[in-house]
């Protein structure tokens, strides 16, 4: 979706971790708002303003989005009704959109949600129904945005088949097929070389791509800069497709460490740190671009890069 705007200052802490969570998801399928909305049933004008803070998105969009970026829903779950109980807390009840009776799925209205008015989800992530809410007039609602919700993940419109079996436009080499499956470590092969001692190490040498995933990636000037994790070998690494005419491809953390590729390099070794103090850079027509676990960046570099 591009650069995404800074939030808002006032947000609740608990609100911001949820939106940058949804911003990743977004982020890692190469997707825009009109895709998500296309995808989750959701408009893309109800999806921009919860991907910028305007408005708590309900459980039914969150578990939805969630579902299609492979990721736990339970985990999920937890960041939307702790969002949820601070947004309760700062906004006023009466904040609602009109929903005109001939409004579709795709342009449903997204009144406000606390964790009480929605059911809690099953196993799979599907909301649960029969269960009371606390206000008159909520379970109708409630029970449409599950009723709905089911129909879209067993449609999965997003699975079309063109796109299963190879990786999305832009993915860098050995980019694994669409949809991306955020890998566990425990599922992995036993690692050559772990946190510390992937230090300065190839990660493709030492296997630490065979369960890597892409933290967060920047497309501009024709590039493609990916901040990549290794969960198994416990170690990130940058990569920026079509390295030609390229400088300064850098991993770098908060904590001093750095890796820097040679001009034209496709990758560079790894660090031994976790996604969320490593941050990866390029120079590309006279412009660094920047991505970290949460934010990208493209800043004018002067003189030689």
């Known amino acids: 979706m591009g650069r995404w705007r800074p939030l808002r200052g006032d947000l609740p802490d608990e609100v911001v971790r949820l939106v940058r969570e949804l911003r990743q998801y977004v982020d890692r399928g190469e997707m825009n708002a009109a895709t998500v909305a296309a995808k989750t049933g959701y408009s893309r ?34 960041l939307w009704e702790s969002a949820a109980h601070a947004w309760a807390r700062q906004s006023p009840a009466d904040e609602t959109d009109p929903a005109p009776a001939t409004r579709g799925p795709a ?33 109708t609602a409630a029970a449409a945005a599950c009723a709905l919700l089911a129909a879209v993940l067993l449609a999965q419109p997003w699975d079309t088949g063109t796109d299963r079996g190879r990786p999305p436009d832009g993915a860098p080499p050995g980019a694994p097929a669409w949809p991306w499956p955020l890998h566990s470590a425990a599922r992995q092969t036993a690692a050559a070389c772990r946190s510390n001692g992937c230090r300065g190490l190839d990660p493709y040498r030492e296997g630490c791509d065979r369960d890597s995933t892409v933290v967060h990636r920047l497309r501009a000037y024709d590039r493609v800069l990916t901040l990549q994790y290794s969960p198994a070998c416990r170690a990130s690494w940058a990569e ?31 660090v031994g740190s976790g996604p969320g103090t490593a941050r990866a850079t390029v120079v590309v027509a006279a412009h660094q671009l920047g991505v970290g676990l949460h934010d990208s960046w493209i800043d004018p570099v002067s003189g030689r890069g």
């Not at 039914?60 to 969630?66: H, I, K, S």
């Not at 929605?118 to 909301?127: E, L, R």
């Not at 390229?246 to 990758?267: F, K, M």
Request: glycine letters at 12%; hydrophobic letters at 45%; charged letters at 15%.
């Open 45 to 78: 004008s109800s999806w921009l303003r919860y991907l910028n803070g305007r408005r708590l998105p309900p459980w039914p969009a969150v578990a939805a989005l969630g579902r299609l970026a492979q990721v736990d829903v339970g985990h999920l779950r937890v």
């Open 107 to 139: 342009e449903r209205a997204d009144a406000p949600v606390t964790p009480e008015t929605v059911p809690a989800p099953a196993a799979d992530g599907t909301p649960r129904r029969g269960l009371p809410v606390a206000r008159s007039g909520v379970l």
């Open 240 to 270: 920026v497709e079509a390295p030609a005419a390229t400088s300064g491809l850098r991993i770098a953390t908060t904590g001093g460490d750095q890796q820097l590729a040679a001009v034209g390099g496709a990758y560079t070794l790894m």
